[in-house]
């Protein structure tokens, strides 16, 4: 039991770092995608002016963080994920802007979501392909902090991410059908490709893109996927409806978000997807168990 603990102690301090540098790179992406747009509009520019201390120059990869506020680079202790935004009470230590509550969101979910990852994980880790599949999916988990950062923040997911999301989450894919293939297996993949992503495109054409944008239809391709069942691919659409409406009607209701809004709804969807992926099994045992 102590074991576990400490597993999991690891596994969430890990996850958080995953979820900080998602946040991070989120803003980096939208600060190189600006400066690529020839024709920005004024919130635009705006927004590009205060992003630019983000990318002069520098390696997405291997440049230091910068408070957007003051353009003061932040040291090591002022990013440590969750710890260091309750100690400065979500706000810069020199010009005490807010850092913002989405950043933090993403760290908290990180370390949630990959301890949550590790121990419902229903595979097992005795054959190279089960770790491979499990390595990858850890590797779409953290593309999936970025697209919420993203996607939260300005309505977006990018093909950037979307694109080698979808890449990892066939070689997923691959890992479950090179170690046991039946076309069973493989017509509930497609099943699952057609849910998730099959009805998001036919909202998408009879809209005209008003209800749902195109990059769900893409997201709903790389979940599809990873969830690999039709029937865990209703789960996650019933999950990700869910968890979106309650979110979203308290909203509506303080007229905090108007009806026409542009509503993100790729969080849910990832959302919805993971609860399929991992416990999609047994929440369709418990229900069959009660239905006779």
Same mark, same amino acid.
């Given at each position: 039991?102590?074991?576990?603990?400490?597993?999991?102690?690891?596994?969430?301090?890990?996850?958080?770092?995953?979820?900080?540098?998602?946040?991070?790179?989120?803003?980096?992406?939208?600060?190189?995608?600006?400066?690529?747009?020839?024709?920005?509009?004024?919130?635009?520019?705006?927004?590009?002016?205060?992003?630019?201390?983000?990318?002069?120059?520098?390696?997405?990869?291997?440049?230091?963080?910068?408070?957007?506020?003051?353009?003061?680079?932040?040291?090591?202790?002022?990013?440590?994920?969750?710890?260091?935004?309750?100690?400065?009470?979500?706000?810069?230590?020199?010009?005490?802007?807010?850092?913002?509550?989405?950043?933090?969101?993403?760290?908290?979910?990180?370390?949630?979501? @990959?301890? #949550? !990852?590790?121990?419902?994980?229903?595979?097992?880790?005795?054959?190279?392909?089960?770790? &491979?599949? $499990? /390595? %990858? *999916?850890?590797?779409?988990?953290?593309?999936?902090?970025?697209?919420?950062?993203?996607?939260?923040?300005?309505?977006?997911?990018?093909?950037?991410?979307?694109?080698?999301?979808?890449?990892?989450?066939?070689?997923?894919?691959?890992?479950?059908?090179?170690?046991?293939?039946?076309?069973?297996?493989?017509?509930?993949?497609?099943?699952?490709?057609?849910?998730?992503?099959?009805?998001?495109?036919?909202?998408?054409?009879?809209?005209?893109?008003?209800?749902?944008?195109?990059?769900?239809?893409?997201?709903?391709?790389?979940?599809?996927?990873?969830?690999?069942?039709?029937?865990?691919?209703?789960?996650?659409?019933?999950?990700?409806?869910?968890?979106?409406?309650?979110?979203?009607?308290? @909203?509506? #209701? !303080?007229?905090?978000?108007?009806?026409?809004?542009?509503?993100?709804?790729?969080?849910? &969807?990832? $959302? /919805? %997807? *993971?609860?399929?992926?991992?416990?999609?099994?047994?929440?369709?045992?418990?229900?069959?168990?009660?239905?006779?």
């Amino acid at each position: 039991m102590v074991v576990e603990y400490i597993i999991g102690l690891w596994l969430f301090i890990i996850g958080a770092s995953l979820g900080s540098y998602a946040a991070a790179s989120a803003w980096r992406l939208r600060s190189n995608y600006l400066r690529k747009e020839k024709d920005l509009d004024k919130d635009e520019q705006s927004e590009l002016k205060v992003l630019e201390s983000l990318t002069k120059g520098k390696n997405i990869l291997k440049d230091r963080s910068v408070c957007l506020g003051c353009e003061k680079i932040l040291n090591w202790y002022e990013l440590i994920p969750i710890v260091s935004f309750l100690v400065q009470r979500g706000k810069c230590r020199k010009c005490k802007k807010d850092i913002g509550l989405i950043d933090f969101s993403a760290e908290v979910f990180g370390g949630l979501g @990959l301890m #949550l !990852i590790f121990f419902l994980w229903p595979y097992g880790f005795e054959s190279v392909e089960h770790v &491979l599949a $499990f /390595g %990858s *999916l850890v590797v779409c988990f953290t593309l999936f902090l970025v697209l919420y950062t993203y996607d939260l923040r300005w309505k977006i997911l990018p093909n950037k991410i979307v694109f080698p999301l979808i890449g990892i989450s066939v070689f997923y894919a691959l890992c479950f059908l090179t170690k046991d293939f039946s076309w069973m297996r493989l017509i509930n993949l497609a099943g699952s490709v057609g849910v998730l992503a099959g009805i998001y495109f036919l909202l998408y054409l009879m809209s005209k893109g008003k209800w749902v944008g195109f990059g769900d239809v893409k997201l709903g391709i790389a979940l599809g996927f990873l969830v690999a069942d039709w029937q865990n691919a209703i789960l996650a659409l019933f999950f990700a409806n869910m968890t979106g409406l309650i979110v979203i009607m308290p @909203l509506l #209701l !303080i007229n905090n978000v108007k009806r026409k809004s542009k509503i993100p709804f790729g969080p849910f &969807l990832i $959302f /919805g %997807s *993971l609860i399929a992926l991992l416990v999609g099994s047994l929440i369709w045992k418990f229900l069959l168990m009660n239905m006779y």
